[in-house]
């Protein structure tokens, strides 16, 4: 549990951010595998963030060369100086790690997608 400004928090929903304080992922104490998928449907675009996109008919070789541009520049001390001055977390995920993440978005159930919804107010 942490407790910050009077508020209590019993769980954190963004696993990238790291622990906080000592509180579990929000998925990883659901209290039963359906509650879990739910979870993981509502925060997948945390856990997705920002990703960069480009257009199917991009050749593979072009693709593989910008994810490892991209990886590249993730890993460079000069960007990684650059955004914990500016207060920036950064928890890159790779091309692949992306699509598939994409990808199981896209497998979940339709009655785990009904209930994210219900949830979400949709």
Do not use: N, W
């Amino acid at each position: 549990m942490m407790r910050e400004g009077g508020l209590v928090a019993r769980s954190v929903v963004d696993r990238a951010a790291g622990p906080a304080g000592g509180c579990p992922y929000a998925a990883d104490i659901a209290p039963s595998e359906r509650d879990r998928d739910i979870i993981l449907l509502l925060t997948a675009s945390g856990q997705v963030g920002r990703p960069f996109l480009a257009s199917a008919a991009v050749p593979a070789s072009r693709t593989e060369e910008l994810r490892t541009a991209f990886d590249q520049t993730m890993r460079h001390p000069g960007f990684i100086a650059d955004a914990r001055k500016l207060r920036m977390p950064v928890s890159p995920k790779s091309g692949q790690e992306a699509s598939r993440m994409v990808e199981e978005i896209y497998a979940t159930p339709d009655d785990i997608v009904q209930a994210a919804r219900k949830i979400a107010g949709e």
